[in-house]
């Protein structure tokens, strides 16, 4: 299959790619590299294509000819969003627009869209349903939860072109980098407790994420291009388990054998409580199993963040 992944030497969408020569598809990447990290592709037979998702003729080129989009592109961090709100939209809806414009004019079969458990916002009703009415509070779930309608109004108004919307939670593995201004808290707590330095936690570490391993999210963003009856629905991608952000660090200080100091600060602006996913329409439709646990992704997370450190 000829597949393009927008995003694809970021963190997810490096790992996607890899699963995908692995299996034998013909992959072609877009990227900007503003996040995306070169080195992500190493060792990859892939086609590059650099470009920034705001531009449509860039978009364009890079879906000429390909049968599968899987659009991981975006602008992340809740934080960063709240920063500046502008970019966020800018590329997180507008360039999804023209992804979904191009892949439109170009015939394309499928496109999966990765969107983010940040739609809910801090939802009453756990675990978190497919069902249950989107409710924002950051400026990057707005922006997340405009593109999906995007794609879904696309999958109605055009015919014979087919969109899946997945809802991501938490996700971690390796290719996360600890170093970034807006990194996540998986690798960020590894590289510190590993480095004997405090962990910053926001909040009382008490609140609860889906913590998803990025192999497991892999698996499911795959199975989304070819599942029957997937089209013009929206999936819960996640372990379907909640864990505190005090567990987690604990759990870190077990794997790597070292103690935990923990700063606590106040929450920050656009947080949510507690996430935590009802995914048995993934796995009734898409085939979808969390394989990987919580333990054993740390695990193999720590291992791959110290060896690049």
Same mark, same amino acid.
């Given at each position: 299959?000829?597949?393009l ?6 963190? =997810?969408?490096s790992n996607l790619?890899?699963?995908l020569?692995?299996?034998?598809d013909?992959?072609r ?9 070169r080195?992500n592709?190493?060792? $990859?037979?892939?086609?590059?294509v650099?470009?920034e $998702?705001?531009s ?9 000819g =390909?049968e599968?989009v899987?659009?991981l592109?975006a602008?992340?961090?809740v934080?960063r969003?709240?920063?500046d709100?502008?970019t *966020? ?5 507008e360039?999804? $627009?023209n992804?979904?414009?191009?892949a439109?004019?170009e015939g394309?079969?499928?496109?999966i869209?990765?969107?983010?458990? *940040?739609v ?12 249950t009415?989107?409710d924002?509070?950051?400026p990057?779930g707005?922006?997340?939860l405009?593109?999906e309608?995007?794609?879904i109004?696309?999958g109605r ?5 087919e969109?899946v919307?997945?809802?991501y /939670?938490?996700v ?5 980098s600890?170093?970034?201004q807006?990194a996540?808290?998986?690798p960020? /707590? ?13 909040g009382d ?7 998803t391993?990025v192999?497991?999210v892999v698996d499911a963003?795959?199975?989304?291009a ?6 013009? %629905?929206? /999936?819960n ?6 864990a505190?952000?005090?567990?987690v660090a604990?759990?870190i200080?077990?794997v790597?054998?070292k103690p935990v100091?923990?700063r606590?600060e106040?929450?920050?602006?656009g947080d949510? %409580?507690?996430?935590?996913?009802d =995914?048995?329409?993934? %796995? ?7 394989r990987v646990?919580?333990?054993?992704g $740390?695990? %193999? ?5 110290i060896?690049r450190?």
């Amino acid at each position: 299959m000829k597949a393009l992944v927008t995003g694809g030497a970021g963190f =997810i969408g490096s790992n996607l790619v890899g699963a995908l020569v692995d299996r034998g598809d013909d992959v072609r990447v877009l990227d900007n590299f503003s996040t995306g990290n070169r080195a992500n592709l190493e060792g $990859l037979d892939v086609e590059v294509v650099e470009g920034e $998702l705001r531009s449509y003729e860039r978009v364009h080129a890079a879906v000429r000819g =390909i049968e599968v989009v899987y659009h991981l592109g975006a602008l992340g961090s809740v934080p960063r969003s709240v920063q500046d709100p502008l970019t *966020s939209n800018a590329v997180n809806v507008e360039g999804t $627009l023209n992804v979904l414009l191009a892949a439109r004019d170009e015939g394309v079969r499928r496109v999966i869209f990765s969107s983010s458990t *940040s739609v809910y916002g801090s939802s009453r009703s756990l675990p978190t349903s497919e069902s249950t009415p989107p409710d924002p509070i950051s400026p990057y779930g707005v922006a997340k939860l405009a593109a999906e309608r995007y794609c879904i109004s696309f999958g109605r108004v055009y015919d014979s072109f087919e969109t899946v919307v997945l809802r991501y /939670f938490n996700v971690f593995g390796p290719r996360q980098s600890p170093y970034s201004q807006y990194a996540a808290v998986v690798p960020l /707590f590894i590289a510190a407790v590993d480095q004997g330095e405090q962990v910053t936690i926001y909040g009382d570490g008490e609140q609860s994420r889906d913590f998803t391993y990025v192999g497991n999210v892999v698996d499911a963003t795959i199975r989304a291009a070819d599942a029957a009856g997937a089209s013009g %629905r929206t /999936f819960n991608v996640a372990a379907g388990s909640p864990a505190s952000v005090n567990h987690v660090a604990e759990t870190i200080g077990v794997v790597l054998g070292k103690p935990v100091d923990r700063r606590f600060e106040p929450p920050r602006a656009g947080d949510i %409580r507690d996430s935590w996913a009802d =995914i048995s329409a993934a %796995r009734e439709v898409l085939g979808y199993e969390p394989r990987v646990d919580l333990t054993a992704g $740390l695990e %193999r997370t720590a291992e791959a963040i110290i060896a690049r450190v």
